[in-house]
Structures are given as C-alpha cells and as structure tokens.
Nanobody, 120 residues
Framework: QVQLVESGGGLVQPGGSLRLSCAAS????????MRWYRQAPRKQRELVAL??????NYADFVKGRFTISRVHAENTVFLQMNSLKPEDTAVYYC???????????????WGQGTQVTVSS
C-alpha cells in the first residue's frame, strides 16, 4: 500500500511564503506524475501544479508565485509558495500516480491534506 504524507502547512501573512512537502512511502515499483491540489471552503478541489518526467505545469492563478519540484530518489515532491494571497487559503492535497508492480497501470494515491491559511 502506498501512502502520501504532507507537511509544511500553517498560518502566514499575505505576501509571505510557505514550503509544502509530500513524501511517498510503502511498497511500490515507481511513482510517476505527482501533483498538488487545493480545496477552499465551499469550493471544488482544483489542480495547482503537477510534475512529470516531461516537466511541470501550473494553474494560471499560481504561475510566477508557486514552484513544484521533486527529489526522485526520495519520492518526495515540494511546493514552494511565494507571494501568498488570502485567496490561496485552502487545504492542499498531494496526489500521485503509483505503480505497485512493474507493468501494471498506475493508480491514484492521495495524501490527507495540509491546511494553508493566509491572513493578517
């Protein structure tokens, strides 16, 4: 079973920065794409950023402010968030495509989420 554990959330003032981490653990062959989503109160979950072997992609509302990166050897993904705004307040979720056995299709794994609150 594959688990994703996020950390790094918290309370920050507008204009501040936070760095989220997400580490994959358990028994698996490989972790393919990794993503960060977020869900604000009374809103749908939305994709923030993703990273694959081919590169990275960002939602328009975070371009230029957030950076996704990954340490493959540790199966860990990071989200560096700068110039935070109150509208970035949400629970941030890590998501990954995990291949348990070589040759099998990857399946969707989610973390438990970490709260990010941007407020003065």
């Amino acid at each position: 079973q594959v688990q994703l554990v996020e950390s790094g959330g918290g309370l920050v003032q507008p204009g501040g920065s936070l760095r989220l981490s997400c580490a994959a653990s358990g028994r698996f062959f490989s972790i393919n794409a990794m993503r960060w989503y977020r869900q604000a109160p009374r809103k749908q979950r939305e994709l923030v950023a993703l990273i694959t072997s081919g590169g990275t992609n960002y939602a328009d509302f975070v371009k230029g402010r957030f950076t996704i990166s990954r340490v493959h050897a540790e199966n860990t993904v990071f989200l560096q968030m700068n110039s935070l705004k109150p509208e970035d307040t949400a629970v941030y979720y890590c998501n990954a495509d995990a291949v348990v056995v070589s040759g099998l299709r990857p399946y969707d794994v989610w973390g438990q989420g970490t709260q990010v609150t941007v407020s003065s």
